[in-house]
């Protein structure tokens, strides 16, 4: 396993690449209300780095994240689509894939890393990530699902 340094630089290296996937298109986005939206998750995404960089400088303390459960959502449309940011729902899906993955990552980090201080960070990222895929998944609920 690579130093302390080099995991959590990894860490926020993918969560800026979020951020930076958030505002491209909170640049791009037609609609005040599909920028607003954006907005939280670009905060979303900004308070994973806050967080992984206390990690970093501080190690872990013990906090506590609610499970949250999927809505199932991500799982049920294909992987891949192309963005078009004047669409809500295209906005949302991509934002729930995005989610997805990253929990998936940090999952499979946190079984790889069984018994040592990173199963912890990585079981709280995935908490973290599995949070925000509930509520863009329920945001693609109420209001494109809704709608149908």
Known sequence: MPKN???????????????????????IAKFDAFKATIREFIKMEENHVVIIQGFKENGFKDRQIKDFKS??????SDK??????????????????REDAAYNLYTQLKEDMAGTEYE?????????EAAHKYYF????????????
């Open 5 to 27: 340094t080099d995991v959590f630089d990894i860490m926020i290296e993918k969560e800026l690449e979020a951020v930076a996937f958030y505002t491209k298109m909170l640049e």
């Open 71 to 76: 809505l199932g959502l991500s799982s049920s």
């Open 80 to 97: 891949a689509e192309p963005i078009d940011a004047s669409s809500f729902e295209s906005i949302l899906h991509q934002a729930v894939q």
């Open 120 to 128: 912890k960070i990585f079981a709280l990222m995935a908490k973290e």
């Open 137 to 148: 998944e329920k945001l693609y609920d109420d209001h494109i699902l809704k709608d149908n």
